[in-house]
Protein backbone atom coordinates (compact mmCIF):
# COMPACT_ATOMS: atom_id res chain seq x y z
CA UNK A 1 0.00 0.00 0.00
CA UNK A 2 1.26 3.29 -1.19
CA UNK A 3 1.16 6.36 1.04
CA UNK A 4 1.59 9.84 0.24
CA UNK A 5 4.38 12.30 1.84
CA UNK A 6 3.15 15.25 3.23
CA UNK A 7 5.81 18.31 2.87
CA UNK A 8 5.29 20.31 5.95
CA UNK A 9 5.70 22.99 3.91
CA UNK A 10 2.50 22.68 1.87
CA UNK A 11 0.39 22.07 5.15
CA UNK A 12 1.13 25.05 6.46
CA UNK A 13 1.21 27.27 3.52
CA UNK A 14 -1.62 29.86 3.64
CA UNK A 15 -4.49 30.09 1.27
CA UNK A 16 -6.06 33.41 0.27
CA UNK A 17 -9.20 32.31 3.03
CA UNK A 18 -6.81 31.55 5.75
CA UNK A 19 -4.79 33.81 5.19
CA UNK A 20 -7.01 36.93 5.90
CA UNK A 21 -8.03 34.69 8.79
CA UNK A 22 -4.20 35.65 10.33
CA UNK A 23 -4.55 38.94 9.45
CA UNK A 24 -4.55 41.47 12.00
CA UNK A 25 -7.91 43.94 11.59
CA UNK A 26 -6.76 47.25 10.27
CA UNK A 27 -6.79 50.08 13.21
CA UNK A 28 -9.43 53.20 13.24
CA UNK A 29 -6.66 55.17 11.52
CA UNK A 30 -5.75 53.14 9.54
CA UNK A 31 -9.19 53.21 7.94
CA UNK A 32 -9.25 56.83 8.15
CA UNK A 33 -5.83 57.29 6.65
CA UNK A 34 -6.29 54.83 3.42
CA UNK A 35 -10.30 56.74 3.36
CA UNK A 36 -8.74 60.25 3.00
CA UNK A 37 -6.00 58.72 0.59
CA UNK A 38 -8.57 57.15 -2.18
CA UNK A 39 -11.39 59.96 -1.63
CA UNK A 40 -10.56 62.22 -5.22
CA UNK A 41 -9.94 65.69 -3.96
CA UNK A 42 -13.37 67.18 -6.27
CA UNK A 43 -15.21 64.94 -4.08
CA UNK A 44 -14.08 66.39 -0.80
CA UNK A 45 -14.35 69.86 -2.12
CA UNK A 46 -17.65 69.19 -3.48
CA UNK A 47 -18.54 67.22 0.24
CA UNK A 48 -17.71 71.05 1.74
CA UNK A 49 -19.95 72.79 -0.79
CA UNK A 50 -23.19 70.72 -0.15
CA UNK A 51 -22.48 70.85 3.75
CA UNK A 52 -23.41 74.62 3.47
CA UNK A 53 -25.95 74.17 1.00
CA UNK A 54 -23.80 76.53 -0.88
CA UNK A 55 -24.18 76.51 -5.16
CA UNK A 56 -21.73 75.64 -7.25
CA UNK A 57 -23.35 76.26 -10.55
CA UNK A 58 -20.76 76.56 -13.52
CA UNK A 59 -20.64 80.06 -13.11
CA UNK A 60 -20.35 80.13 -9.21
CA UNK A 61 -17.16 81.39 -6.90
CA UNK A 62 -15.99 78.55 -5.33
CA UNK A 63 -12.35 79.55 -3.53
CA UNK A 64 -14.08 79.52 0.16
CA UNK A 65 -14.64 75.82 -0.29
CA UNK A 66 -10.97 75.46 -1.65
CA UNK A 67 -7.94 75.04 0.84
CA UNK A 68 -4.45 76.18 0.37
CA UNK A 69 -2.81 74.22 -1.99
CA UNK A 70 -5.34 72.18 -3.14
CA UNK A 71 -5.68 73.81 -6.87
CA UNK A 72 -2.43 71.89 -7.62
CA UNK A 73 -3.84 68.55 -6.43
CA UNK A 74 -7.33 69.79 -8.70
CA UNK A 75 -4.88 69.91 -11.58
CA UNK A 76 -3.83 66.31 -11.18
CA UNK A 77 -6.77 64.99 -10.70
CA UNK A 78 -8.56 66.97 -13.81
CA UNK A 79 -5.61 66.17 -16.44
CA UNK A 80 -5.80 62.32 -15.06
CA UNK A 81 -9.39 62.31 -15.76
CA UNK A 82 -8.45 64.37 -19.56
CA UNK A 83 -6.31 61.44 -20.26
CA UNK A 84 -9.04 59.40 -20.04
CA UNK A 85 -11.06 61.76 -22.42
CA UNK A 86 -8.45 61.58 -25.23
CA UNK A 87 -8.12 57.61 -24.85
CA UNK A 88 -12.22 57.39 -25.38
CA UNK A 89 -11.48 59.88 -28.49
CA UNK A 90 -9.29 57.03 -29.32
CA UNK A 91 -5.73 59.32 -29.43
CA UNK A 92 -2.72 58.29 -29.36
CA UNK A 93 -1.07 59.78 -26.62
CA UNK A 94 2.07 57.84 -26.18
CA UNK A 95 3.69 57.37 -29.72
CA UNK A 96 1.47 61.16 -30.70
CA UNK A 97 4.44 63.48 -29.92
CA UNK A 98 1.71 66.62 -30.08
CA UNK A 99 -0.59 65.29 -27.27
CA UNK A 100 1.90 63.24 -24.89
CA UNK A 101 1.13 65.73 -22.13
CA UNK A 102 -2.13 67.25 -23.78
CA UNK A 103 -4.40 65.94 -21.21
CA UNK A 104 -2.16 67.72 -18.04
CA UNK A 105 -2.03 71.01 -20.11
CA UNK A 106 -5.92 71.19 -21.04
CA UNK A 107 -6.24 70.59 -16.88
CA UNK A 108 -3.67 73.67 -16.10
CA UNK A 109 -5.36 75.89 -18.75
CA UNK A 110 -9.31 74.93 -17.78
CA UNK A 111 -8.37 75.36 -13.19
CA UNK A 112 -5.05 78.04 -14.10
CA UNK A 113 -6.57 80.28 -16.60
CA UNK A 114 -9.68 79.78 -17.98
CA UNK A 115 -12.19 78.69 -15.41
CA UNK A 116 -9.65 80.22 -12.86
CA UNK A 117 -12.50 82.90 -11.83
CA UNK A 118 -14.29 80.36 -10.38
CA UNK A 119 -11.17 78.74 -7.84
CA UNK A 120 -9.67 82.17 -6.53
CA UNK A 121 -10.99 84.60 -4.30
CA UNK A 122 -12.19 88.04 -5.82
CA UNK A 123 -9.14 90.62 -6.81
CA UNK A 124 -8.71 93.02 -3.89
CA UNK A 125 -10.58 96.24 -4.80
CA UNK A 126 -9.38 99.74 -3.10
CA UNK A 127 -11.64 102.00 -2.41
CA UNK A 128 -11.44 105.79 -2.48
CA UNK A 129 -14.32 108.10 -0.97
CA UNK A 130 -15.79 110.58 -3.24
CA UNK A 131 -13.50 113.90 -1.96
CA UNK A 132 -14.45 116.14 -4.98
CA UNK A 133 -18.10 115.11 -4.91
CA UNK A 134 -17.82 113.89 -8.86
CA UNK A 135 -21.26 113.15 -10.50
CA UNK A 136 -20.18 113.24 -13.92
CA UNK A 137 -20.48 109.99 -16.60
CA UNK A 138 -17.86 107.95 -16.68
CA UNK A 139 -17.16 105.42 -18.77
CA UNK A 140 -14.47 102.54 -18.99
CA UNK A 141 -13.57 100.44 -21.57
CA UNK A 142 -13.44 98.68 -23.85
CA UNK A 143 -12.82 95.70 -21.74
CA UNK A 144 -10.78 92.40 -23.74
CA UNK A 145 -13.23 89.50 -22.38
CA UNK A 146 -12.57 86.11 -22.47
CA UNK A 147 -14.42 83.40 -21.15
CA UNK A 148 -16.14 80.12 -22.32
CA UNK A 149 -19.93 79.09 -22.95
CA UNK A 150 -20.88 76.75 -19.95
CA UNK A 151 -23.03 75.05 -22.78
CA UNK A 152 -20.15 73.47 -25.51
CA UNK A 153 -16.81 74.90 -23.23
CA UNK A 154 -16.40 76.65 -26.58
CA UNK A 155 -14.62 80.01 -26.47
CA UNK A 156 -16.63 83.77 -25.89
CA UNK A 157 -14.29 86.64 -26.99
CA UNK A 158 -15.37 90.06 -26.91
CA UNK A 159 -15.30 93.21 -25.39
CA UNK A 160 -16.99 95.33 -22.48
CA UNK A 161 -17.68 98.47 -21.31
CA UNK A 162 -19.08 100.08 -18.33
CA UNK A 163 -20.73 103.27 -17.29
CA UNK A 164 -20.93 104.82 -13.80
CA UNK A 165 -22.37 107.66 -12.78
CA UNK A 166 -21.19 108.36 -8.84
CA UNK A 167 -22.88 110.66 -6.51
CA UNK A 168 -20.91 112.19 -3.62
CA UNK A 169 -21.48 109.11 -1.34
CA UNK A 170 -20.11 106.59 -3.65
CA UNK A 171 -17.06 104.96 -3.72
CA UNK A 172 -14.50 105.31 -6.38
CA UNK A 173 -11.81 102.71 -7.65
CA UNK A 174 -9.18 102.56 -9.50
CA UNK A 175 -9.38 102.08 -13.69
CA UNK A 176 -7.65 98.96 -13.69
CA UNK A 177 -9.78 97.76 -10.99
CA UNK A 178 -12.65 97.03 -13.80
CA UNK A 179 -10.64 95.51 -15.86
CA UNK A 180 -9.49 93.09 -12.79
CA UNK A 181 -13.04 92.39 -11.62
CA UNK A 182 -14.62 91.70 -15.24
CA UNK A 183 -11.76 89.33 -16.02
CA UNK A 184 -12.30 87.42 -11.88
CA UNK A 185 -16.32 86.99 -13.51
CA UNK A 186 -15.57 85.73 -17.22
CA UNK A 187 -13.12 83.30 -16.42
CA UNK A 188 -15.45 80.46 -15.69
CA UNK A 189 -18.14 78.69 -17.93
CA UNK A 190 -20.97 81.67 -18.65
CA UNK A 191 -23.68 82.94 -20.53
CA UNK A 192 -23.01 86.42 -21.87
CA UNK A 193 -26.82 87.06 -20.56
CA UNK A 194 -25.87 86.10 -17.41
CA UNK A 195 -22.25 87.39 -16.91
CA UNK A 196 -23.05 90.98 -17.33
CA UNK A 197 -26.27 90.65 -14.88
CA UNK A 198 -23.31 89.36 -12.20
CA UNK A 199 -20.95 92.24 -12.88
CA UNK A 200 -23.51 95.12 -12.23
CA UNK A 201 -24.47 93.55 -9.71
CA UNK A 202 -20.75 93.45 -7.98
CA UNK A 203 -20.25 96.84 -9.46
CA UNK A 204 -23.49 98.24 -7.45
CA UNK A 205 -22.42 96.45 -4.24
CA UNK A 206 -19.19 97.90 -4.16
CA UNK A 207 -19.34 101.37 -5.40
CA UNK A 208 -22.80 102.13 -4.51
CA UNK A 209 -22.86 104.97 -8.34
CA UNK A 210 -26.47 106.49 -8.98
CA UNK A 211 -26.68 104.64 -11.99
CA UNK A 212 -24.28 101.61 -14.08
CA UNK A 213 -24.28 100.32 -17.20
CA UNK A 214 -22.57 97.84 -18.95
CA UNK A 215 -22.63 96.66 -22.70
CA UNK A 216 -21.07 93.58 -23.94
CA UNK A 217 -20.06 92.76 -27.55
CA UNK A 218 -18.80 89.17 -27.85
CA UNK A 219 -18.29 86.47 -30.46
CA UNK A 220 -19.46 82.78 -29.65
CA UNK A 221 -17.56 80.32 -31.14
CA UNK A 222 -20.25 77.26 -30.04
CA UNK A 223 -21.93 79.30 -33.40
CA UNK A 224 -18.93 79.97 -35.19
CA UNK A 225 -16.82 76.72 -35.16
CA UNK A 226 -19.98 74.31 -34.24
CA UNK A 227 -23.52 74.43 -35.19
CA UNK A 228 -24.90 76.90 -37.84
CA UNK A 229 -21.10 77.96 -38.19
CA UNK A 230 -21.82 81.83 -38.94
CA UNK A 231 -18.60 83.41 -38.44
CA UNK A 232 -20.07 86.83 -38.79
CA UNK A 233 -22.59 86.42 -35.79
CA UNK A 234 -22.40 88.52 -32.77
CA UNK A 235 -24.10 88.59 -29.96
CA UNK A 236 -24.58 92.39 -27.84
CA UNK A 237 -26.63 92.89 -24.79
CA UNK A 238 -26.72 95.44 -21.72
CA UNK A 239 -27.76 95.75 -18.61
CA UNK A 240 -29.05 99.52 -17.32
CA UNK A 241 -29.19 100.08 -13.49
CA UNK A 242 -30.44 103.05 -11.59
CA UNK A 243 -30.38 106.51 -13.54
CA UNK A 244 -29.78 104.54 -16.44
CA UNK A 245 -32.70 103.08 -16.52
CA UNK A 246 -34.83 105.89 -15.54
CA UNK A 247 -33.65 108.65 -17.16
CA UNK A 248 -33.47 107.86 -21.35
CA UNK A 249 -30.94 111.00 -22.02
CA UNK A 250 -28.06 109.53 -19.78
CA UNK A 251 -28.85 106.25 -21.78
CA UNK A 252 -28.53 108.06 -24.97
CA UNK A 253 -25.37 109.78 -24.11
CA UNK A 254 -23.76 106.63 -23.38
CA UNK A 255 -25.08 104.41 -26.43
CA UNK A 256 -24.11 107.25 -28.54
CA UNK A 257 -20.47 107.94 -26.86
CA UNK A 258 -19.50 104.06 -27.63
CA UNK A 259 -20.86 104.06 -30.91
CA UNK A 260 -17.58 106.98 -31.70
CA UNK A 261 -14.83 104.00 -30.04
Not at 59 to 74: C, T, V, Y
Not at 161 to 177: C, E, M, N, R, T
Not at 187 to 204: F, G, S, T
Request: charged share 25%; glycine share 4%; aromatic share 6%.
Amino acid sequence: MLTKKINPKAATKKTPANKALTNKAPTKKAIEKKGDGGTPLSVVIRRRIEAQKARFHANDNISAFIKPGELEGLVDEVAQKMQAVLESLIIDTESDHNTQNTSQRVAKMFVKEVFNGRYVEQPTLTKFPNVSRLNELMIIGPITVRSACSHHFCPIMGRIWIGVLPSKDSALIGLSKYSRLTEWVMCRPQIQEEAVVELADMLEKKIKPVGVAIVMDADHFCMQWRGVKDRDSKMVNSVMRGAFLQDSNLRREFLSLLDKR
